[in-house]
């Protein structure tokens, strides 16, 4: 497999009627007049790469260098040069999707284990939404163009079922963190209902220690002003409804 430097010294081997046909279009596999395959997409980055592949020789070219990387293990004969490229590229593309699914359950395993609600969680699940969604772009693009590459020459079809499972694997993750962001706003609900709940509780005792409060607050002389025992009584009083208020709610486990 030769590498290209640049796009346009891989398409100087292309013969140029395929090159016309092909010039405004991004993702495509077309058969060339010499019998030969030439393939374009664009990774999962959305870096293009583009491969161009003869009986005798193969051409390649990526943006992404990360994927010439990936090419170097690469060793079959020329005229299987394409399948093999392309296998080694799904290969990695399947790693890379695992280690996602990796990374999103044992988040999903952190985010109930903290007791607070926090923008961080948030920003996390919206990042690996927004990963799983390009994924999913990618592996579709990809199946797309396997199926016109299978059509070609249909000794590529364990290719294109190769990215018909990525692509179904990448919908499972995106339908995963869908479930892990309903639960956790699930969640949030719950624990914004016991707080309100129990500002309620805190509320409704003090609400007849206020009336109290009130009552004896009025600039009015009365009776029980003369006892001795009004202070202590009122206090035991506040004391014995706070309690009862406080029995009441345990009973019923609304506390």
């Known amino acids: 497999m030769i590498i290209q430097e640049s796009r346009d010294k891989l398409l100087a081997h292309v013969d140029e009627t395929t090159v016309r046909r092909v010039k405004t279009s991004k993702d495509y596999v077309v058969s060339t007049a010499d019998g030969g395959i030439l393939l374009s ?17 193969t051409y390649f070219w990526a943006k992404n260098k990360k994927i010439l990387e990936i090419l170097k293990g690469v060793d079959v ?5 394409l399948f093999g490229a392309l296998l080694a590229i799904a290969t990695y593309d399947l790693s890379v999707i695992d280690d996602l699914d990796d990374r999103v359950v044992a988040f999903e395993e952190n985010l109930f284990d903290g007791k607070v609600v926090t923008e961080e969680n948030f920003a996390t699940l919206h990042d690996f939404r927004k990963d799983g969604w390009s994924k999913r772009r990618y592996f579709e693009r990809m199946e797309l163009v ?25 919908l499972r993750t995106q339908e995963y963190l869908d479930q892990i962001r309903q639960s956790y706003e699930a969640h949030i609900g719950i624990e914004q209902n016991n707080l309100m709940k129990f500002f309620t509780v805190i509320t409704s005792i003090f609400l007849p220690l206020s009336l109290i409060a009130g009552w004896y607050g009025m600039n009015l002389m009365m009776p029980e002003f003369n006892w001795i025992y009004s202070y202590p009584f009122v206090i035991a009083l506040s004391v014995g409804i706070i309690a009862i208020m406080l029995w009441l709610y345990r009973r019923n486990k609304w506390l």
Request: hydrophobic fraction near 30%.
């Open 41 to 57: 997409s664009r990774w999962m980055d959305n870096s293009a790469f583009m491969i161009y592949s003869t009986p005798s020789e």
């Open 77 to 81: 004969p020329k005229e299987r040069e």
């Open 146 to 170: 396997t199926d016109d590459l299978m059509k070609i020459d249909d000794s590529y079809g364990f290719i294109d079922s190769k990215y018909d499972k990525l692509l179904n694997h990448s």
